[in-house]
């Protein structure tokens, strides 16, 4: 079971390297991070996973209803957040738009990498939970991102629980 201050960094960060593992197109920058995903450059792609929030949970994956005390819960939950993001496609020259072959090379680009992002956490989280890491988790549906800023992709949110220790 992960315990300990840093179990749910030892999650994220569990979780980014199966999915960096998994991706064919590997991109240059990619860790666990603080907080909210910044997309501040997407030259060459970047993988961020993050920790969105913790609670209390008598019933995985439901926060606790009721004040009943940190002893009474059995679960601590975690959500996580994993997002992969590409260079979205712009003007090309004197065009105002980019190219309908560019649209669709991004959009295989981001359907390749939601398949193996969406495929990699999924497994990881089979086996941690059959490994008894974790007491459960719930994945989310996968979004697609954007564009915003110059950058395209997915983002997958996953809920994980632990015992409370």
Not at 5 to 33: I, Q, S
């Amino acid at each position: 079971m992960i315990t300990g201050e840093l179990k749910w960094y030892t999650v994220a960060a569990t979780l980014e390297a199966a999915v960096n593992e998994e991706l064919t197109d590997k991109p240059d920058r990619h860790g666990v991070v603080p907080g909210a995903i910044a997309w501040d450059a997407c030259d060459c792609g970047m993988l961020a996973v993050s920790v969105a929030q913790v609670y209390p949970s008598e019933s995985f994956p439901a926060p606790q209803a009721a004040k009943v005390g940190p002893c009474d819960a059995p679960y601590e939950v975690a959500e996580v957040v994993v997002q992969v993001i590409r260079c979205a496609p712009n003007a090309d020259g004197q065009s105002l738009y980019p190219t309908t072959a560019a649209l669709d090379a991004s959009a295989r680009q981001v359907a390749r990498d939601a398949h193996e992002a969406l495929r990699a956490v999924s497994v990881r989280l089979c086996e941690m939970n059959d490994a008894r890491d974790i007491s459960d988790f719930l994945v989310r549906p996968q979004v697609t991102q954007g564009p915003q800023g110059g950058c395209v992709g997915s983002e997958l949110r996953v809920l994980v629980g632990l015992m409370r220790n």
